[in-house]
């Protein structure tokens, strides 16, 4: 395993460059297998797959000019929907610095960053995958611009998982439309704990526009980030046995994927999502990110699917949202059941429709 982007040569000739900028929308994207738990430089523990949505998206904005100052450190001006927002800036700020050694340019220009998302921060919709994907993208594209070093689709795509994961682990897979996957494992070629790769060559039509709806029990901040939650797992006892718990799943997972079996991919997605959670209650402090509606909702999803026998299942994030997944074609019997039963139990009867998305696009 190594792949190392460092490379001092990419300084830019400051009298030819002066200004630009690059707008990437990014998606955010819902693991299926998740990845919790990892070491090293944003290393995964196990190997992960996730769909990439279409509707939660990060627009991201990266602006350069003449430096003001003649200090090496970051010059970053950063908004979030129009507002400064100091707390993210910094968190950039310390973010470009560690990727200082892949972009050395990033000392020669000042820098203004405009951010905004189409669904509420901090709420569990994994709001730093589409944010960070989408700013990946921005420097890849601002490397390609001035040295012309990234014009293969493939390489472009590779670095920008590379960098979008030393910000985000889970922004690694964003950059792939449809299902990606991150982590090394035998029997996915060129598969790697450095970068995701796509996965939709291999998968049954029916997975390529399932739906993923989001309802939105709380939108308010989560009380423990994904960072907290990911360095508990170091001393939970269950761990280990989790891991090898997500690599069987990814064995079995991905032979549904391809044969589209639904039902077990659906089994697989609750397992999984309910194996986040306990991880996070038998950490280590315990701490809870469900709320009384998410667990309503699972139970209402669970006597729909055995009263209709029809393929409707839930995955969680790290917070109290339930993401609704279902095949395309019982769209028209799932809509009203959401509709009189669980959007009552949402935050102000609110939700994000989506579904497997087409990835980043370049605006
Ligand atoms: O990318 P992070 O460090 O925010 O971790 C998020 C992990 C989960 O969203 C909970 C699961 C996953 O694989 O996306």
């Not at 590779?158 to 985000?168: D, E, Y």
């Not at 990606?180 to 039509?205: C, F, I, K, R």
């Not at 799943?249 to 994927?257: F, K, P, Q, S």
């Not at 969680?316 to 074609?329: S, V």
Request: proline share 5%; charged share 20%.
């Amino acid at each position: 395993m190594s792949l190392d982007y460092t490379n001092p040569k990419l300084l830019a000739d400051t009298s030819k460059v002066e200004t630009g900028e690059f707008t990437w929308r990014s998606p955010s994207n819902l693991a299926i297998v998740k990845y919790w738990g990892k070491h090293g430089r944003q290393l995964p523990r196990n190997p992960s797959i996730s769909f990439t949505l279409e509707n939660a998206f990060t627009d991201t904005r990266l602006e350069f000019g003449p430096k003001k100052s003649s200090e090496q450190s970051i010059e970053l001006d950063f908004f979030f929907h129009d507002e400064p927002n100091p707390a993210f800036q910094k968190k950039l700020v310390k973010f470009l610095e560690s990727v200082s050694d892949i972009f050395p340019f990033l000392h020669q220009f000042a820098f203004t960053i405009r951010s905004g998302n189409s669904f509420p921060h901090s709420a569990g919709i994994a709001s730093s995958a589409s944010a960070m994907s989408a700013l990946a993208l921005c420097l890849c594209s601002m490397e390609d611009e001035i040295f012309k070093t990234l014009q293969d689709d493939v390489e472009f795509d590779k670095k920008a998982s590379f960098v979008a994961r030393l910000g985000s682990g889970s922004a690694c897979r964003s950059i792939y439309g449809g299902l990606a996957m991150w982590g090394q494992m035998g029997e996915v070629e060129n598969s790697s704990d450095l970068y995701a790769v796509p996965y939709s060559d291999e998968t049954h039509e029916v997975f390529k526009t399932f739906h993923d709806d989001i309802l939105l029990v709380s939108t308010g901040e989560k009380s423990v980030s994904s960072t907290a939650g990911h360095a508990l797992m170091e001393d939970n006892i269950y761990a280990a046995p989790r891991f090898q718990q997500a690599g069987q799943r990814m064995h079995n997972l991905l032979e549904a994927l391809r044969t589209g079996d639904v039902e077990t991919f659906g089994n697989i997605a609750e397992n999984e999502a309910l194996t986040l959670h306990a991880m996070m209650m038998a950490s280590n402090p315990s701490y809870m990110l469900i709320e009384p509606n998410t667990v309503e909702i699972i139970k209402r999803v669970r006597a729909y699917r055995a009263e209709t026998k029809e393929p409707l299942y839930f995955s969680l994030d790290a917070g109290p949202n339930i993401h609704l997944l279902y095949p395309e074609e019982i769209i028209h019997n799932v809509a009203p059941f959401v509709e009189s039963q669980l959007l009552p139990l949402c935050q102000d009867g609110k939700m994000i429709q989506d579904w497997v998305g087409e990835g980043p696009v370049q605006v």
